[in-house]
């Protein structure tokens, strides 16, 4: 059974930062492709960054230059930490691993395993 679970989400100031992690168990592949999405109220579900150990790292505009996604395989971790936070930046946070691939994709649909989300909220 997959399991991804998140942690480190919480209540920032604006400019402030903060660090996501998620422990994946029970991938086959450990190298598979993992991804930050992000879900704010009445907003769809968007990739923040992706990393694959073949295809390298994508960011989101929105936040390129500011979050970085790393992952530590001894571990069986990725992170993301996020630097200057801005209100927009509030939203649910959600770790994802295609299950199938070791090349990341920009689209949510190709993602198999998702974490339960974690909260985080940039107070301005």
């Known amino acids: 059974q997959v399991q991804l679970v998140e942690s480190g989400g919480g209540l920032v100031q604006t400019g402030g930062s903060l660090t996501l992690s998620c422990t994946v168990s029970?991938?086959?592949?450990?190298?598979?492709?993992k991804a930050w999405f992000r879900e704010a109220p009445g907003q769809e579900r968007h990739l923040v960054a992706a990393?694959?150990?073949?295809?390298?790292?994508f960011y989101n505009v929105a936040v390129e230059g500011r979050f970085t996604i790393s992952t530590d395989n001894a571990k069986n971790t990725v992170y993301l930490q996020m630097t200057n936070l801005k209100p927009e930046d509030t939203a649910v946070y959600f770790c994802?691993?295609?299950?199938?691939?070791?090349?990341?994709?920009?689209?949510?649909?190709?993602?198999?395993?998702w974490g339960q989300g974690t909260q985080v909220t940039v107070s301005s």
């Open positions: 994802a691993a295609r299950g199938t691939g070791i090349n990341y994709s920009t689209s949510r649909n190709d993602y198999r395993y």
């Open positions: 029970g991938l086959r592949n450990t190298r598979d492709a």
């Open positions: 990393v694959s150990e073949y295809s390298g790292t």
